[in-house]
């Protein structure tokens, strides 16, 4: 079993900061990549950020520059810190972990997510 936990989401006004954490744990022999999706209400989820093993980082263009991913490796841990925050950012916010699985004669990825935290952005 792999356990995906998110947290430090909350109510913020515009222009305001957030950081959110990450933490995978569990049967996990190795992580491809770590990431955050998020779902505005009444929309689908969309990937906001998301960093590979190599450290090599995505970003969803409504979000750069003003988002920043990180990661911890030796812990299985992502972050994501969230400045100059707007109103059209509000969504639940979701970690993905992201992990390879031999298997089948092939090697699969599985993807883990975290029960979502919710971002409000709002006067």
């Known amino acids: 079993q792999v356990q995906v936990v998110e947290s430090g989401g909350g109510l913020v006004q515009p222009g305001g900061s957030l950081r959110l954490s990450c933490e995978a744990s569990g049967r996990i022999s190795g992580l491809e990549s770590l990431g955050w999706f998020r779902q505005p209400p009444g929309k689908e989820r969309e990937v906001v950020a998301d960093m590979d093993n190599s450290g090599s980082r995505v970003y969803a263009d409504s979000v750069k520059g003003r988002f920043a991913i990180s990661r911890d490796f030796a812990k299985n841990t992502v972050y994501l810190q969230m400045n100059s925050l707007k109103p059209e950012d509000t969504a639940v916010y979701y970690c993905?972990?992201?992990?390879?699985?031999?298997?089948?004669?092939?090697?699969?990825?599985?993807?883990?997510w975290g029960q979502g935290t919710q971002v409000t952005v709002s006067s």
């Open positions: 993905r972990a992201r992990a390879p699985r031999v298997g089948g004669g092939g090697i699969w990825l599985d993807d883990y």
